[in-house]
Structures are given as C-alpha cells and as structure tokens.
C-alpha cells in the first residue's frame, strides 16, 4: 500500500525529494528510504537530479521511471483517426492523425488497416515500437454491448460492428486493446482534470454531430446493461420525430429521430438557416448568432430551449449535482448558451444542478482514452505485492 501511494504521488505532483513524499505519504524518513530504495532496485522510480538553490545539502528528487510501460489512445470519427502514444507517467510522447479518404471501402479490413496505420504512425512519432506499449484503448461512437461484444448505435461507421473486430485490432497492433464509447471516456476525462474534479455525481452532455451523454454516479460510469446508458440521443421529445428501428441499423449519428435532430450540428445549421444566418459550421454559426442582435438571440434561445429540454429528462431520472456541457455545439455557444440553458432549467419542479461547460479545451476524448489506458497499466505495473 505504501509503494502504491508513492508512485501514485510521483505521478501527480511530479519528482519529488525523499522528505517531502515521507511528508506526503506520512511515512518516517528512515521508512521513506527504504521505500525509495525499493523501487528503484525494481526499476520503477530513479533519480532525476538535485534540489538546488537552497540552504544546506541538496536532496536527490525522485522520479517515475517513464520507460517502464506506455499506453496508445485511438479516437475514431466519421472523418478519421487521432491517435497518441505515452508513457506511464501520462507524458504524451506521440501524435497523428490519419483522415478518411473518400475513396476508401468501408469494411472490416479497411477499418483495421486504418487504426494500424494511425497507430504505427503515432508509435513512430514516439520512437518506441509496439513490444513497448502495454495497452491501447480505442474510442468511438456507439456502445459496446457487453453480452454479444457487438458495437450498437454504430452503423453509420462501416465496419465497426463486426463481432471480431477487438481481436482484429489487437492483432494489427500488437498489444490488448479496449473499445469504449467516446462520450464515457469524455467524461472520465473532465473527472480526472477537467470541469468535474470535485464531483462524483455528474452528467456530461455531448452535442455535436450527434447527441449523448455520459452518467457517473459515485465515482463510478454508469453503463447499463447493453452498455447503452446515456445514449439520450435517441431519446423521444416533442418537436423531434421518433428514432425507429433496432440500435443496429441505425445509418447516420442521427438516426432519423430524437433528441439529435434537435440539438446535433446539423440540427443547429438548420436552426441558424431558418433566422436567415448561413453558415458552414456550428461554430461559425453560432458565433455569428451571438454578434446578430434578434435573429441571433432567437437562435440561441431556441437552442437552449432545446438543450434545456433534454436536460431536464435526465435530470428528473438522475438527479445529478452537475452536467457538464460538452462537444462542438456546447463549445461554439460559450457561456452565454451555458447561462440561458441555465435560465431555461431555472423554475422547473426538477432538482437543478450545477452548469459548467467543459475545461478541456482539445482532444477530450483522446485524453479519456489514455487515461482509461493509464489506469490499467498502473494498476499492473505498480502491483508491488
């Protein structure tokens, strides 16, 4: 237990002398340095350096040794693959992104040669090879369903839903690999360093090109037991046509009904069109909404109206402390869409969380995904026992 708490605090606060993780930790000077002494003849922490500057001895500061396992993280979109490669202090050592072609064949084969190509590029940025990385976890739209193995919610990503897919990719990459749905590792992400850090009850809402949320309940994600918890995309509301057929032939993020033919982007462009602002994309839309005095207010109006709306059927049923907005939509809209969402939740015989729009400024799923990989390979690297 000691061992593990010391290298937990390695990696949060970075080198750190042996009086002040003996500080940390609790732990006598003599304890902290056989401690010390201990993980680093197993190889898992080493010097790094002096403490300088300062009166009497310097103290050798003490580090994670960042060579003894690395993690991958592949984010999968309509338009193509992100992938980033890090060591296990969670430095990113590696990046790349590979962009669907219009020319490529959708399928099986086409997908597993895309993710190897996004991964084999990444592990090239870093300099290590695939025998260095102990785990990869691969985000994408969609819920994998914990009986069958199948992705659900997903058949507008070709080749995603075949049953042998998680073993096709482990074996194009060389190392273990974990499908988990994008939004969850969103919010995992804003647990770990974003707009959720001091909350174990939350609800994260992703509006982009299509429409989810994320639910975590004490700390942990709720998943359900198809692994479809959250996928309130598909939700029925007033004002939007019913979402038909099975999860599995659904052909577009929309799937012709829902929650996400209200509040997705392309639901937005078209709100935005309709109060004469034309645009390209979202952000630009609605930039261009909140500089247009009457038509824009209306559109960001009506666009909270409709966030508001989902939000409140989750929240009548969840009864988070807080619902982090998220994803394109959420970003484009900035704190004035925050505080009329808010404005529209006010007054309703409904329990009212907090608001906050995500801190996370890049890559939030990437970022969930290396720290879903992190997790695991801590949890086996740093088993002392």
């Excluded at 708490?5 to 500080?23: I, K, M, N, S, Y």
């Excluded at 201990?38 to 790094?48: D, F, K, M, P």
């Excluded at 193995?149 to 080749?159: F, I, N, Q, S, T």
């Excluded at 209200?262 to 979202?282: E, K, N, Q, W, Y």
Aim: charged share 20%.
């Amino acid at each position: 237990m000691n061992d593990r708490a010391a290298l937990d605090l390695l990696v949060a606060h970075g080198p750190l002398t042996r009086t002040r993780l003996g500080e940390l930790t609790g732990l006598s000077k003599p304890t902290a340095s056989q401690l010390l002494g201990r993980l680093e003849a197993a190889g898992l922490v080493r010097a790094t350096g002096n403490v300088t500057g300062r009166p009497g001895p310097s103290a050798l500061l003490y580090e994670v040794n960042p060579g003894i396992a690395h993690v991958a993280a592949l984010a999968v979109d309509e338009e193509g693959i992100s992938a980033a490669v890090a060591d296990i202090t969670g430095a990113v050592l590696g990046e790349h992104r590979t962009r669907a072609r219009a020319t490529d064949e959708p399928g099986r084969a086409r997908t597993v040669e895309q993710v190897a190509e996004a991964f084999t590029a990444a592990l090239g940025a870093a300099g290590i090879t695939a025998r260095d990385v102990h785990r990869t976890v691969v985000a994408t739209h969609g819920a994998l369903d914990p009986r069958t193995g199948r992705l659900r919610y997903a058949a507008h990503l070709p080749g995603w839903s075949s049953l042998v897919l998680p073993d096709d990719l482990a074996e194009a990459t060389g190392t273990p690999v974990t499908i988990e749905n994008d939004v969850n590792l969103a919010a995992l992400a804003e647990r770990h360093e974003g707009a959720a850090r001091d909350c174990r009850n939350f609800v994260l809402l992703w509006a982009d090109e299509g429409v989810g949320a994320a639910v975590v309940l004490g700390g942990t994600l709720l998943r359900g037991a198809h692994g479809g918890a959250g996928e309130i995309g598909y939700m029925p509301l007033p004002g939007a046509p019913l979402a038909r057929g099975g999860p599995e032939t659904f052909a577009g993020p929309d799937a012709g009904g829902g929650f996400q033919m209200l509040a997705g982007s392309p639901a937005v462009l078209r709100l935005a069109r309709a109060h004469g602002i034309d645009a390209a994309t979202v952000s630009e839309a609605l930039a261009l909404a909140a500089a247009t005095p009457g038509a824009g207010e209306a559109v960001l109006a009506e666009l909270a109206a409709r966030l508001a709306t989902g939000l409140a059927a989750v929240v009548a049923v969840v009864d988070p402390e807080l619902v982090v907005l998220s994803g394109e939509v959420c970003r484009a809209g900035g704190e004035r869409l925050r505080d009329l969402v808010e404005t529209e939740l006010t007054g309703l015989a409904l329990p009212r969380p907090r608001l906050r729009l995500s801190a996370l400024k890049e890559a939030p799923v990437l970022t969930g995904a290396l720290q879903v990989a992190l997790a695991d390979v801590r949890d086996t690297a740093f088993d002392t026992a």
